[in-house]
């Protein structure tokens, strides 16, 4: 097997996902992940809608390699009844969606063809 080098990863995406009927739970979580990590990631759009990959309305979180750890345990402990899809960026999108990600909560099947790979 060849192993890859974590040098690779960029740094990291991690995408709250929500529907309609949780949609103030998941506000009121941003709310929470920005007041308490807002200082190490970037929060992205609300989407109410689908976009990308993505079964569920989400937004996501970017954060670098050095903060990882740190957001990945806030995110696990926090979560409540929310999903939390987590992937790094290397550059090749279908490996890093498909082969490389994690989840906190329940896992969803993801629209792999809207990745164009």
């Not at 992940?33 to 759009?45: S, Y």
């Not at 992937?87 to 063809?113: C, F, K, Q």
Request: hydrophobic residues 45%; charged residues 20%; aromatic residues 12%.
């Amino acid at each position: 097997m060849t192993y890859l080098d974590t040098a690779e990863i960029a740094d990291w995406h991690a995408h709250v996902y929500f529907g309609a009927a949780s949609r103030d739970a998941a506000w009121a979580f941003r709310e929470a992940i920005e007041a308490h990590l807002g200082n190490i990631l970037k929060l992205g759009r609300f989407h109410e809608r689908l976009v990308g990959p993505h079964p569920q309305w989400s937004y996501q979180l970017a954060f670098g390699n050095d903060h990882f750890a740190e957001i990945f345990a806030w995110l696990t402990l926090n979560h409540g009844a929310l999903d939390v899809f987590v992937h790094p960026n290397t550059g090749d999108s279908l490996r890093d969606h498909r082969d490389s990600a994690v989840w906190i909560g329940r896992s969803h099947e993801l629209v792999l063809s809207a990745l164009g790979d």
